[in-house]
């Protein structure tokens, strides 16, 4: 639901790869495209388009605490973050309208439905890409369903054929995990892990599932006083009714809110020259994903390393799509990973120390005031440190020999066929994913068409 492009000099490096058409300049348009921004359009903003941008439509007492405090940090408050660097703090811009969710569903696929060329097939899962091979040339010709982990719908309309043939070209949209596993599958890939796996070998491209990489949050719980924060609100039967209510009466309100509102931006060190480190602030503090909001007030500040040096992998382990890949973060495995998080979990702690906040008399409770040395807050960052769902680069665009996709996003070597997906990243955007991922899929959709029309 945060709605953030990362920085210039992101796409500025991709570009600087070799990719052309993938500088900030080229794609800050593809952004203003497919936005419909809440108070119009300007230099960095646009209108009409699907994705609807809205501003936050709940307050909270501490966050703007927070705001100040981080200030006096040197971190200055600041409007926005989407117009290309993103230093200082501000409330995060929403994938909203009215209060409510704008998911890409809702965005983008709802609203064409109707469309006679569309069929959409839920509850189906792709085992692997089929393929015709003529004089060297090795071309995508469809896609093979699961037979074992998903079901096949709609069995009327689609017979027992397990494939679905493409008259021009296979796109796979199957995100970061999903699209690599599906290339394996399909013998396309790095060759040792093809045939660990039991799949023959059809093209080797050693970069599929390689560059792995992700933006691990650390997690730091604050239990506060003299203030409301969610935990209180959602403790009782009132308060939920409460909040209820509000969001159906006035779309306000909690009910609105993803968990993090409040964003921050800055450099571990002068020396960088971009902010590498994100904070995302919540109102709330649990133990874990899925477990109860805790019984006291409490917030959770938590901050990732925008640019991790760690890469991992994805790795299939047989040739069943039911089989789940290997999955492999290597989260904290470079010297300036574990750098960059020490100073994180100590930036906080000087924000929480801030004067702003004194009114509230903070209380660390993760990791805790008596975890000091560098040892011990790395130890505490491998605990706290959870991902923040961002994973990136596992087929990675360019033309070096890791790349899988080329600047038009078709996969290297082989013929009608393209990634249009998160997994196109060469390097992780300095903030959240979902918004890049939607310009590349606007990108995706140029050359597809351009394609069609013999353009290129
Ligand atoms: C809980 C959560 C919260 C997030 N919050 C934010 C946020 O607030 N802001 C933000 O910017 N980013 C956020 N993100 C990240 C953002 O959602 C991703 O960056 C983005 O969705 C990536 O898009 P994608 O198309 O690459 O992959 P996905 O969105 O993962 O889409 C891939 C699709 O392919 C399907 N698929 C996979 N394998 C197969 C197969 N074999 N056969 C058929 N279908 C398959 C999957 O089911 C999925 O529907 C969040 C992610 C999560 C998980």
């Given at each position: 639901?945060?709605?953030?492009?990362?920085?210039?000099?992101?796409?500025d490096h991709w570009?600087?790869?070799?990719?052309?058409?993938?500088?900030?300049?080229?794609?800050?348009?593809?952004?203003?495209?497919?936005?419909?921004?809440?108070h119009?359009?300007?230099?960095?903003?646009?209108?009409?388009?699907e994705?609807?941008?809205?501003?936050?439509?709940?307050?909270?007492?501490?966050?703007?605490?927070?705001?100040?405090?981080?200030?006096?940090?040197?971190?200055?408050?600041?409007?926005?973050?989407?117009r290309?660097?993103?230093?200082?703090?501000?409330?995060?811009?929403?994938?909203?309208r009215?209060?409510?969710?704008?998911?890409?569903?809702?965005?983008?696929?709802?609203?064409?439905?109707?469309?006679?060329?569309?069929?959409?097939?839920?509850?189906?899962?792709?085992?692997?890409?089929t393929?015709e091979?003529?004089?060297?040339t090795l071309r995508?010709?469809g896609?093979?369903?699961?037979?074992?982990?998903?079901?096949?719908?709609?069995?009327?309309?689609m017979?027992?054929?397990?494939?679905?043939?493409a008259?021009?070209?296979?796109?796979?949209?199957?995100g970061?995990?999903?699209?690599?596993?599906?290339?394996?599958r399909?013998?396309?890939?790095?060759?040792?892990?093809?045939?660990?796996?039991?799949?023959?070998?059809?093209?080797?491209?050693?970069?599929?599932?390689?560059?792995?990489?992700?933006?691990l949050?650390i997690?730091?719980?604050?239990?506060?006083?003299?203030?409301?924060?969610?935990?209180?609100?959602?403790?009782?039967?009132?308060?939920?009714?409460?909040?209820a209510?509000?969001?159906?009466?006035?779309?306000?309100?909690?009910?609105?809110?993803?968990?993090?509102?409040?964003?921050?931006?800055?450099k571990?060190?002068?020396?960088?020259?971009?902010?590498?480190?994100?904070?995302?602030?919540?109102?709330l503090s649990?133990d874990?994903?899925?477990?109860?909001?805790?019984r006291?007030?409490?917030?959770?500040?938590?901050?990732?390393?925008?640019k991790?040096?760690?890469?991992?992998?994805?790795?299939?382990r047989?040739p069943?799509?039911?089989?789940?890949?290997?999955?492999?973060?290597?989260?904290?495995?470079?010297?300036?990973?574990?750098?960059v998080?020490?100073?994180?979990?100590?930036?906080?702690r000087?924000?929480?120390?801030?004067?702003?906040?004194?009114r509230?008399a903070?209380?660390?409770?993760?990791?805790?005031?008596?975890i000091?040395?560098?040892?011990?807050?790395?130890?505490?960052?491998?605990?706290?440190g959870?991902?923040?769902?961002?994973?990136?680069?596992?087929?990675?665009?360019?033309?070096?020999?890791?790349a899988?996709?080329?600047?038009?996003?078709?996969v290297?070597g082989?013929?009608?066929?393209?990634?249009?997906?998160?997994?196109?990243?060469?390097?992780?955007?300095?903030?959240?994913?979902?918004?890049?991922t939607?310009?590349?899929?606007?990108?995706?959709?140029?050359f597809?068409?351009?394609?069609?029309?013999?353009?290129?």
């Amino acid at each position: 639901m945060i709605y953030m492009r990362g920085q210039r000099a992101d796409y500025d490096h991709w570009a600087s790869l070799g990719n052309r058409g993938w500088g900030w300049d080229d794609v800050l348009p593809v952004f203003k495209r497919s936005e419909d921004y809440q108070h119009g359009a300007d230099e960095f903003h646009g209108t009409g388009g699907e994705l609807r941008v809205e501003e936050r439509r709940v307050n909270w007492e501490i966050l703007d605490a927070w705001r100040e405090a981080a200030a006096e940090c040197g971190i200055p408050k600041i409007d926005e973050f989407n117009r290309g660097d993103n230093f200082g703090n501000a409330y995060f811009q929403m994938n909203q309208r009215s209060g409510r969710r704008w998911s890409a569903t809702r965005a983008f696929l709802r609203p064409v439905l109707h469309r006679p060329n569309l069929t959409v097939m839920t509850n189906t899962e792709i085992a692997s890409i089929t393929f015709e091979q003529s004089d060297g040339t090795l071309r995508a010709t469809g896609v093979r369903m699961a037979e074992e982990g998903g079901q096949t719908p709609f069995p009327g309309e689609m017979g027992s054929d397990p494939i679905i043939s493409a008259r021009r070209e296979v796109v796979l949209a199957a995100g970061s995990i999903g699209s690599p596993s599906i290339l394996q599958r399909s013998g396309i890939g790095p060759g040792d892990a093809l045939i660990a796996a039991g799949v023959p070998v059809r093209r080797e491209l050693p970069g599929v599932g390689e560059n792995l990489h992700d933006h691990l949050q650390i997690r730091t719980v604050y239990g506060v006083s003299n203030t409301v924060t969610l935990n209180r609100r959602a403790r009782t039967l009132f308060g939920k009714v409460a909040m209820a209510l509000e969001y159906f009466l006035y779309h306000t309100g909690p009910m609105t809110m993803p968990p993090s509102q409040l964003g921050a931006f800055a450099k571990s060190d002068p020396e960088r020259q971009t902010p590498n480190m994100e904070w995302h602030v919540q109102p709330l503090s649990l133990d874990k994903f899925g477990d109860p909001l805790h019984r006291y007030d409490a917030i959770t500040p938590s901050v990732c390393n925008l640019k991790p040096t760690s890469r991992g992998s994805i790795r299939i382990r047989s040739p069943h799509a039911a089989d789940a890949p290997v999955i492999a973060l290597n989260y904290l495995s470079t010297d300036s990973d574990c750098d960059v998080a020490v100073s994180g979990l100590r930036k906080t702690r000087e924000i929480m120390a801030a004067s702003a906040l004194a009114r509230f008399a903070p209380q660390e409770l993760k990791p805790g005031p008596e975890i000091d040395t560098e040892d011990a807050l790395l130890d505490a960052a491998r605990n706290l440190g959870t991902t923040i769902f961002h994973p990136v680069g596992t087929c990675k665009m360019g033309s070096d020999s890791g790349a899988v996709v080329d600047d038009r996003l078709r996969v290297h070597g082989i013929d009608a066929l393209r990634v249009v997906d998160a997994s196109v990243m060469p390097e992780i955007t300095s903030g959240n994913t979902n918004a890049p991922t939607v310009m590349i899929a606007e990108k995706g959709a140029e050359f597809i068409l351009e394609s069609r029309r013999g353009e290129r």
